[in-house]
């Protein structure tokens, strides 16, 4: 059976690529990473600068997927998609994260993998022991999921440790810079060290409107403005973490 790593690019799927090139788990048939085009720049400046070449020293490749492995339709990277359509990321429906993460990576499976229902890929997702309810069964025939770190028994804490110990730093947590599940904490670091994408994320905002032309907030549960007055919003990292971030395993990992 063939086999695909979903590289998150954050510390739980890092730390499985060095168990990997150090031969402690199975090297598989490919490494891809879904890009939104909305990633963190400091997610993308470790993945050219650490964990990309870190895995071509070991003879592997991460292989980026971008507009040409999404639809036609959402073609344009996802904040483009976002203003443009007025709309933004999803919460209650994940509709970002399956178009733009789940969509590519299961395109890449039957396309140059060619799996089916018959000779499925075995999907490997990097989903540690501390966020294990995360952990579902695949939704589509041709692909079979599989979580080595939680079959290792090894949490993020442990993952890091890993990194540490390849004398690599342990990156960002992965995961778009507007994403409405980021707790407060990440949001007033973007408007304090990136003024210009906060700046974004507060247009993007006040551009979104509900079918009805409702009002629709950025973070979840508060509108982002409230960020930018630096008041707090209560309850909003409880209700982060009860809804789980998002659930599919394929990002911040």
């Known amino acids: ?15 499985l690529l060095i168990l990997i090139c150090e031969g402690r788990w199975p090297k598989p048939d490919a ?13 993308y400046r470790y993945l050219s600068e650490v964990s990309g070449p870190y895995a071509r020293e070991h003879g592997i490749e991460i292989l980026a997927l971008g507009s040409d492995w999404r639809t036609g339709h959402y073609a344009a990277d996802l904040e483009s ?11 209650w429906v994940r509709w970002c994260t ?8 299961l395109r890449y499976l039957r396309r140059v993998l060619g799996a089916t229902p018959k000779e499925p890929v075995e999907g490997w997702i ?5 966020e294990a309810r995360r952990a579902t069964p695949s939704s ?11 079959e290792m028994g090894l949490s993020r ?3 890091e440790s890993i990194i540490r110990a390849a004398a690599l730093p342990v990156p960002p947590k992965s995961g778009c810079w507007f994403c409405p599940f980021q707790k407060q904490a990440r949001w007033h670091q973007l408007k304090r060290e990136e003024p210009a994408k906060f700046a974004c994320a507060l247009a993007m905002e006040a551009n979104a409107r509900g079918r009805d032309g409702s009002s629709r907030y950025l973070p979840m549960f508060g509108p982002l403005t409230r960020i930018a007055a ?17 659930v599919s395993g394929a990002c911040f990992v």
């Open 1 to 15: 059976m063939k086999t695909c790593l979903s590289f998150g690019a954050g510390v739980q799927t890092t730390a």
């Open 31 to 43: 490494i891809v990473f879904a890009d939104t085009g909305g990633e963190h720049d400091e997610t």
């Open 81 to 91: 998609y976002c203003m443009a359509h007025r709309m933004l990321p999803g919460t």
């Open 98 to 105: 399956d178009r733009y993460k789940v969509k590519p990576i």
């Open 126 to 130: 990097g989903i540690s022991t501390d």
């Open 140 to 150: 589509v025939s041709f692909q079979i999921k599989r979580y080595p770190l939680i």
């Open 157 to 159: 804490a442990d993952c």
């Open 230 to 246: 630096q008041d707090e919003l209560p309850g909003f990292d409880e209700a982060i973490e009860a809804e789980g971030e998002c």
